[in-house]
T-cell receptor, first 112, second 112 residues
Framework: EDQVTQSPEALRLQEGESSSLNCSYT??????LFWYRQDPGKGPEFLFT?????EEKEKERLKATLTKKESFLHITAPKPEDSATYLC?????????????WGLGTSLAVNP | DAGVTQSPTHLIKTRGQQVTLRCSPK?????VSWYQQALGQGPQFIFQ???????QRGNFPDRFSGHQFPNYSSELNVNALLLGDSALYLC???????????FGPGTRLTVL
């Protein structure tokens, strides 16, 4: 069964303290892996799509990487405004499958 | 360029009632997906609409139904509401053949 597991569940960092979030997945052929940011009570905000092992994408203080079994979201020198829940989702490459399978997210708090 | 819009923002219903939620996709998008997100959980896929037809459905009962209109906007209908239907309902739009989905702000449904 297709599955996504994110760790840690929650992470508290000091401003400027770099760290990484993990997303491990089991899927019958990967069409794409997606990272989203979600603020409380709001819809997820798209960050990155990764398609193949070895691929990397960057946006400001965020960098996403992908291997055959997991993805990392690296946060460099985070600021308090980076506080949010970061969600990972995968789309399986199986026929007409369109749905995204989501992890439970990592809740990140960055203290000033 | 307007993003994905949803209405209403909040809704309170009682058990047994019926509810209709609405979504307008991002300009240029023709595909709409609906998700249910319980507190502290990742989004759960309900179904996806393209060309006014349901293309794929998640593990939700028939009480959940939808519709897509010629202008690509969509409705989610839930009949015979249960307490467990209380959640944030998210609409995401995308373009046919493009994997990235963009989310609206969600509708918070409370069933009493």
């Amino acid at each position: 069964e297709d599955q996504v597991t994110q760790s840690p569940e929650a992470l508290r960092l000091q401003e400027g303290e770099s760290s990484s979030l993990n997303c491990s997945y089991t899927v019958s052929g990967l069409r794409g892996l997606f990272w989203y940011r979600q603020d409380p009570g709001k819809g997820p905000e798209f960050l990155f799509t990764l398609y193949s092992a070895g691929e990397e994408k960057e946006k400001e203080r965020l960098k996403a990487t992908l291997t055959k079994k997991e993805s990392f979201l690296h946060i460099t020198a985070p600021k308090p405004e980076d506080s949010a829940t970061y969600l990972c989702a995968v789309q399986a490459n199986a026929g007409n499958n369109r749905k995204l399978i989501w992890g439970l997210g990592t809740s990140l708090a960055v203290n000033p | 360029d307007a993003g994905v819009t949803q209405s209403p923002t909040h809704l309170i219903k009682t058990r047994g009632q019926q509810v209709t939620l609405r979504c307008s996709p991002k300009s240029g998008h023709d595909t709409v997906s609906w998700y249910q997100q319980a507190l502290g959980q990742g989004p759960q896929f309900i179904f996806q609409y393209y060309e006014e037809e349901e293309r794929q459905r998640g593990n939700f009962p028939d009480r959940f139904s939808g519709h897509q209109f010629p202008n690509y906007s969509s409705e989610l209908n839930v009949n015979a509401l249960l307490l467990g239907d209380s959640a944030l309902y998210l609409c995401a739009s995308s373009r046919q053949g493009v994997n990235e989905q963009f989310f609206g702000p969600g509708t918070r449904l409370t069933v009493l």
